[in-house]
């Protein structure tokens, strides 16, 4: 099982603010997600990374951006919050082949 | 398009009673398949995952999968369930081997009443 950390867990802010979202892994996994989940409904994929200096951009736009300078550490950040980004946000990472891992989730209310 | 379609959007049973909680799939590759839990305010558990072999796999906690190439299907089940299995169940299905994402179904919100 991975060991895999998200922080804050619950955040309100208000319309414009920047905000990041942290996620943390110290399993060494290479791939890393990103997803969006409203509540009780299913998971969007946003972004992912295969490794360092990799980004890609999954299945649902999103006007977040994010960055992998280390292989541990895959945080996503929003310059603008909106309140249509009110929603929960899911990191996972998985080793090159087999199951992802999921944090806790961070619950985004834009005021 | 591969897809994950899970039958069920909601199912209610009484403590005690067996359950199914159904999943296909389309892909005309091989897949790994997944089942996930979530409980309220939390993220994803793994429950269990079919990546090769036997046909059939089993969690820690009583629920099985079985692995049905010619039906696409990977449905879960448990011969008694407890209230505390009361949670959301989403299958999901890595396409390509190794380097494929996860495609997950809608969810099926189990709900288990005394």
């Known amino acids: 099982e991975a060991d895999i950390y998200q922080t804050p867990r619950y955040l309100v802010i208000g319309t414009g603010k920047k905000i990041t979202l942290e996620c943390s892994q110290t399993?060494?996994?290479?791939?890393m997600y990103w997803y969006q989940q409203d509540p009780g409904m299913e998971l969007h994929l946003i972004h992912y990374s295969y490794g360092v200096n990799s980004t890609e951009k999954g299945d649902l736009s999103s006007e977040s951006t994010v960055s992998r300078i280390r292989t541990e550490h895959f945080p996503l950040t929003l310059e603008s919050a909106r309140p249509s980004h009110t929603s929960q946000y899911l990191c996972?990472?998985?080793?090159?082949?087999?199951?992802?891992?999921f944090g806790p989730g961070t619950r985004l209310l834009v005021l | 398009a591969q897809s994950v379609t899970q039958l069920d959007s909601q199912v209610p049973v009484f403590e005690e009673a067996p359950v199914e909680l159904r999943c296909n799939y389309s892909?005309?590759?091989?897949?790994?398949l997944f089942w996930y839990v979530q409980y309220p305010n939390q993220g994803l558990q793994l429950l269990l995952k079919?990546?090769?072999?036997?046909?059939l796999v089993k969690s820690i906690n009583g629920f099985e999968a079985e692995f049905n190439k010619s039906q696409t299907s990977f449905h879960l089940r448990k011969p008694s369930v407890h209230i505390s299995d009361t949670a959301e169940y989403f299958c999901?299905?890595?396409?390509?081997?190794?380097?494929?994402?996860?495609?997950f179904g809608k969810g099926t919100k189990l709900s288990v009443k005394p």
């Open positions: 079919y990546l090769s072999g036997s046909t």
């Open positions: 892909s005309s590759v091989s897949v790994y």
């Open positions: 996972a990472s998985s080793p090159r082949a087999g199951a992802q891992y």
């Open positions: 399993m060494g996994h290479d791939k």
């Open positions: 999901a299905v890595s396409l390509g081997g190794s380097q494929g994402n996860l495609i």
